[in-house]
């Protein structure tokens, strides 16, 4: 049985056009297929992700876009699969070697990206921010308006369904992957 694999595209140069096939998104996609095909969803597999300036750390760095669809791709792997331990990370495009301690280096739990740059690894943090109270007659819903929720049939989306309708008349239409089932047409009733 596999245990870790390292995913290391060709890094594209800036100037190319964004294609997923440059950055190996594709292959990425088709090998993940595979394994969920051979049962390995439930195994307790190791992924390290490795992209080339993918992730900007200040704001003088440009993000190469193509490179960042693998690790977007990456953080659902951690999400849907989440037996798996997915380490996203990103390095110098200039770099002449891999960072020797990065094998020692844990996943985030939401599949969040590492970035080293000058010898440092860089992690993304949520940071508090105070912002101004709404005006006092601003309204976020409208009574009567149509709303559609991505993945309602959880608990949060059926809480909010129920608060919506009950505060502001709202039509709400839920979209999900889970076929409709007896659990979800109960919610609806």
Do not use: N
Not at 28 to 36: G, H, Q, T, W, Y
Not at 72 to 91: I, T
């Amino acid at each position: 049985r596999i245990e870790h694999i390292v995913w290391c595209p060709e890094a594209p140069a800036h100037a190319e056009l964004p294609d997923p096939r440059a950055a190996g998104l594709i292959e990425l996609f088709r090998l993940v297929k595979a394994l969920l095909e051979l049962d390995y969803e439930a195994e307790a597999l190791r992924w390290t992700v490795l992209t080339r300036e993918a992730v900007a750390v200040s704001e003088a760095e440009a993000p190469c876009a193509v490179q960042a669809g693998v690790h977007a791709f990456a953080s659902v792997m951690a999400k849907e699969c989440p037996q798996w331990r997915v380490c996203s990370l990103d390095v110098e495009r200039s770099a002449a070697d891999l960072p020797e301690d990065m094998m020692r280096l844990e996943p985030h739990l939401r599949g969040e990206p590492w970035a080293h740059r000058a010898g440092v690894w860089y992690e993304r943090k949520p940071l508090r921010c105070h912002l101004p109270l709404p005006a006092a007659d601003f309204q976020p819903y409208r009574h009567d308006g149509a709303y559609v929720v991505i993945g309602g049939a959880g608990g949060l989306g059926e809480l909010w369904t129920e608060w919506m309708i009950r505060h502001h008349a709202a039509r709400v239409a839920w979209i999900g992957r889970r076929p409709m089932d007896d659990v979800i047409a109960g919610k609806l009733g």
